[in-house]
């Protein structure tokens, strides 16, 4: 499962087209905002009753986001033994030098900048899928 945290509703499709197209069949749970993100992950709010195996394989986190910015729902991620070791991709439009700096120092396991172009996003997304859901062998998430 994806948790892909996402406020732009138009980024939101084209990452649900860009993964469908490029058959990358796992289900993807949306949060739009960070505050929502952090319910879904630690299961408060609206997510108090989610299954305690609905953990994301994959997170893809934007930064400039509504209540709760990406930064603190990565420096919220990487400071609970839960959570602590899920992989995070930064998946924004920004592309400022300390943006980047600061998501590594806070833990992320990688930083992609949305390509404008919509072919070029399409492929940034197939290797994303690839790399983070197919190759890579996570940690396992201890369970509480």
Known sequence: MILLVEDNADDEALTLRALKKNNIRNRVVVTRDGQEALDYLFRTGAFADTPPDE??????????????DGFEVLQRIRSSERTRRLPVVIL???NEDLDRMR?????????????????????????????WLLLNEAAPVPRR
């Open 103 to 131: 998501g590594y120092d806070l833990g992320a396991n990688s930083f992609v900048r949305k390509p404008v172009e919509f072919d070029h996003f399409m492929e940034a997304v197939r290797q994303l899928g690839v790399y």
């Open 92 to 94: 924004t439009t920004s």
């Open 55 to 68: 953990t994301p394989q994959l997170i893809l986190l934007d930064l400039k986001l509504p209540k709760v």
